[in-house]
């Protein structure tokens, strides 16, 4: 019932920003808006989903690439819609079912792909606190980078300490872990290099959403912040949304977003009508093929999953 209301207040939210916004001022913005700009932000928000299969490859190294890629697009879809992005490890599951790769074996990367994430947020939220006007957000910003650190804290502990791993497993809901499970996941050594080549993947990936985000507000007609900005200040939006705890930062996200433009002096209706068009770009495209990836995994599926 609790994630049903949650689910419930994200087209409220984008509902009520876009009354805010003044619908006919917004689809006027529309009309005019330049089509070349925003097909060049959907082929970036293309490269973006690539390089997010990239830098799962690189830590994974045990399946191709096409067969990650419609495993990551359900991974990244169930995360926006779980409070908190906690939906991803789904991944390993659905992955044993496409391509019989161990849980235990797999589940160590999507940690380590969870944590570098994390980490890319951190560094380019506290950019964006420290060297931007923000003032307004840095409360805000700092008890979200609290909660978002304190979840990175937690992600390593459990990476790297065998004692949590085996007191979770006697929790109800992790009750089928069994000792082989805890072998074979704690067994697993990611090498340096991997995760350096994981990490500028993700940061490229994350600098693509301020340059998604720049060409959405550009096609309006106007002259936006530059990228590297945008970037910046999308990744603060997004440890807000986050720590918010609606499903995946969905709404709260773009809520944040439009306030944190509005310090750079951009008008209501261009700032929520450039938003809405980069998130429906980037995060509503990404759940669309995250659907259409779950019917084509479930279908091809005929195994009985365990968790080995």
């Not at 913005?29 to 490269?47: E, G, K, Q």
């Not at 789904?90 to 999507?110: D, E, F, G, R």
Request: proline share 5%; glycine share 6%.
């Amino acid at each position: 019932m609790y994630r049903k209301i949650l689910l419930l207040l994200v087209p409220i939210i984008i509902i009520g920003m876009v009354i805010y916004a003044d619908p006919i001022k917004a689809a006027g913005l529309l009309s005019r808006a330049d089509t070349s700009l925003l097909l060049a932000a959907f082929i970036l928000s293309n490269v973006a989903i690539a390089l997010r299969v990239l830098k799962w490859k690189v830590l994974l190294r045990r399946a191709p690439f096409a067969k990650l890629l419609p495993v990551q697009l359900f991974g990244m879809a169930a995360s926006n819609f779980t409070p908190g992005k906690v939906g991803e490890p789904l991944k390993a599951v659905m992955l044993k079912a496409a391509n019989k790769n161990p849980v235990s074996s797999t589940l160590p990367s999507i940690i380590w792909e969870r944590i570098i994430d994390l980490s890319v947020l951190i560094a380019f939220s506290a950019i964006a606190l420290i060297f931007f006007p923000l003032a307004g957000f840095l409360l805000a910003g700092t008890i979200a980078l609290g909660v978002v650190i304190a979840a990175l804290i937690a992600l390593a502990v459990l990476l790297k300490l065998r004692k949590v791993g085996k007191f979770a497993s006697k929790l109800p809901v992790l009750k089928r872990i069994d000792a082989k499970f805890l072998q074979i996941f704690y067994s697993a050594r990611m090498k340096k290099s991997r995760i350096t080549a994981s990490l500028i993947l993700t940061a490229m990936s994350w600098l693509l959403e301020g340059v998604i985000l720049y060409f959405s507000l550009a096609a309006l007609g106007i002259l936006p912040p530059d990228p590297l900005t945008l970037a910046m200040i999308f990744s603060l939006a997004t440890v807000i949304g986050v720590a918010s705890m609606l499903p995946g930062g969905m709404g709260s996200t773009d809520i944040v977003l439009v306030l944190l433009l509005s310090v750079f002096g951009m008008g209501s209706p261009v700032a929520v009508t450039g938003v809405l068009l980069a998130r429906l770009i980037s995060i509503w495209y990404v759940n669309l093929l995250g659907g259409i990836s779950f019917l084509y995994l479930s279908q091809k599926s005929e195994t009985k999953l365990d968790l080995h």
